[in-house]
């Protein structure tokens, strides 16, 4: 206090005279390291001006933020980016990947003397066959589209037929 001193002004220096404490304005306080403004404080706000290392855990009592908020990491896990169409990760899973799996309404026809008389529909899949005691064909079969759901919207599975 008092010296000549690197950080000037109202600063006070310990150890050499590069390294200390400097108020550099109403209610701003900086800490520089040889000769390097390393963190700023200003009420409720720490400013570092390099990298920081914890060596233990981090706790963050609100998001975690990078990109100048760009990115965000929420209390609850979720995380907010670009690379998640500017959204949270938990609305680009339930958008994009499939939730459920399920049968849509079932029909049934008779095959007996009808053979290859069906419908061959892209998306529906057999769920039964049945055949009575009389003769060696199958009677009928009963089909259902199978239907999956994406977001809250359900979608008949497209696909080839055989």
Known sequence: MGTDNAPGGNSLVLGDNDTGFKQDGDGVLDVYSNYTHVLRIIGNLVES?????????AVATG????????????GNGDIFGSVWGNNWLSL???????????????????????????????????????KDYHGENIDGINYAPLQKRVGNQWYTVQGGTV
């Not at 001006?49 to 855990?57: A, C, F, P, T």
């Open 49 to 57: 001006m390099v990298s920081l290392k914890v060596n233990g855990n």
């Open 63 to 74: 998001e975690v933020q990078a990109g100048n908020g760009a990115s965000r990491m929420a």
């Open 92 to 130: 680009w899973i339930n958008n994009n990947f499939v939730a459920d799996v399920q049968l849509g309404a079932g029909t049934s026809v008779a095959t007996w003397n009808n053979a290859g008389s069906w419908p061959n529909t892209p998306g529906y899949v057999v769920t039964s066959v049945w």
